[in-house]
Every structure is written in structure tokens, then in C-alpha cells.
């Protein structure tokens, strides 16, 4: 499709299971970003490649969120041991341009993976 | 550290009245300033972004925004609402010369429109 691809859409977890959610940018794009958005808050900003490059981690909010984008396309947001307070939406959004001045350009989002740890 | 504030978490309009939202930011160097849209079970859609050009911004569906500097906010209107405008808004704000395309959002400010 022409779009940010995410899956699995929904997912529920057990707590302390590992998840992986899936983002297939828009080809092309060389920005990728991972935000969390909790039920009833705005979208929070976890992690950024340019390309391969994982260039900003800064949002991850804990050693038990791990990203990774090895060929700058396809990324995967892993979260290992889940609790509950990890249960929310986590959106993937794409961008053709990189980082710095030229960079503004817009962010293309997915659907949106929903977690639901119980 | 950069953020912004949107006064209000609902707002109700009739159709065909004026639509407001309201976006406040704070930033310590020039921001590059949007507005998202977010309809249910979507992904966020970009309505419009002001990036240092001209203040008035005008953006997809009607709506236009107003970068004020002196009052630091970013004002989301259009001026006949549609039952289509239905959703929730987020103004969000990033920093000139980091990662541009680095977003900090708002709360967001559902809007609801009636008949």
C-alpha cells in the first residue's frame, strides 16, 4: 500500500510477555519514528532513525523498550517483560526527509499498533 | 524543553458555527508549529504547519491557523464547521535546527459537532 503499514493492529499480552510491533514505512521515507499514545493523551515521542541509524532513543522509557530498523526500512519496536502501565497505542510515522533545517517536512502516520497488557 | 498546552479537551459546536481550538506553546528557540488530525481508529493526518513563513497558515478542509508570537499560541479555526469535522485535534510543536520532524504533542481536543 501507499501508506505507513503497522501490525499486528491489536494485541494483548500477558504481562511480563515480550511483544514486537511491526512498521513498514512508506518506501522511500528516510525518518522513521516510534510514539506512544496513551487513552486520552497525545501522541509521545519514543525513538527515531534516519535511515539504519538510530539517532534519538531518548523517549524509550526503560531498558525493556528496544527498537531497531537494520536495513533503514522495515522497524520493529520491541518491548520485553511487559506491564501493564505499557498498555496504550503505538504509532509508527515516516518522513521523507531527514533530520535538521530541511526537516520539516510532514510525518506520515500508521493506524497504530493498540497494546492491551493484562 | 518544548511544549504546548490546548485549552480544553472537548469542544462542542453546532454545524455551520465556528470552530476553535486553542493551542499555546513554549519553546526556547524558534518552533516549527502543527496541527494533526486524528479521525477514529486512524493514523494522525497533517492539516496544516507553520514554519517561519507567512503567519496565516491555511491548511486541508477549510481550516487556517494563526502563529502569534507575542501570545505564543497557534489557534486551530474554520468558520462553518461540518458534522465531518468530527474527530480529535492535536496541535503539536518542534524545534528549529534539532530533529525537526521530532514532535511534542498536545493533549489533543476532541471535537464534537452537532445538528
Known amino acids: 500500500g501507499a501508506g505507513v503499514s503497522q501490525s499486528p493492529r491489536y494485541k494483548v499480552a500477558k504481562r511480563g510477555q515480550d511483544v514486537a510491533l511491526r512498521c513498514d514505512p512508506i518506501s522511500g521515507h528516510v525518518s522513521l519514528f516510534w510514539y506512544q499514545q496513551a487513552l486520552g493523551q497525545g501522541p509521545e515521542f519514543l525513538t527515531y532513525f534516519q535511515n539504519e541509524a538510530q539517532l534519538d532513543k531518548s523517549g524509550l522509557p526503560s531498558d525493556r523498550f528496544f527498537a531497531e530498523r537494520p536495513e533503514g526500512s522495515v522497524s520493529t519496536l520491541k518491548i520485553q517483560r511487559t506491564q501493564q502501565e505499557d498498555s496504550a497505542v503505538y504509532l509508527c510515522?515516516?518522513?521523507?526527509?531527514?533530520?535538521?533545517?530541511?526537516?520539516?517536512?510532514?510525518?506520515?502516520f500508521g493506524e497504530g499498533s493498540r497494546l492491551t497488557v493484562l | 524543553a518544548q511544549s504546548v498546552t490546548q485549552l480544553g479537551s472537548h469542544v462542542s459546536v453546532s454545524e455551520g458555527a465556528l470552530v476553535l481550538l486553542r493551542c499555546n506553546y513554549s519553546s526556547s528557540v524558534p518552533p516549527y508549529l502543527f496541527w494533526y488530525v486524528q479521525y477514529p481508529n486512524q493514523g494522525l493526518q497533517l492539516l496544516l504547519k507553520y514554519t517561519s513563513a507567512a503567519t496565516l497558515v491555511k491548511g486541508i478542509n477549510g481550516f487556517e491557523a494563526e502563529f502569534k508570537k507575542s501570545e505564543t499560541s497557534f489557534h486551530l479555526t474554520k468558520p462553518s464547521a461540518h458534522m465531518s469535522d468530527a474527530a480529535e485535534y492535536f496541535c503539536a510543536v518542534s524545534e528549529v535546527g534539532g530533529t525537526a520532524s521530532k514532535l511534542t504533542f498536545g493533549t489533543g481536543t476532541r471535537l464534537q459537532v452537532t445538528l
Open positions: 510515522a515516516s518522513s521523507f526527509l531527514g533530520s535538521g533545517r530541511a526537516g520539516t517536512g510532514e510525518l506520515f
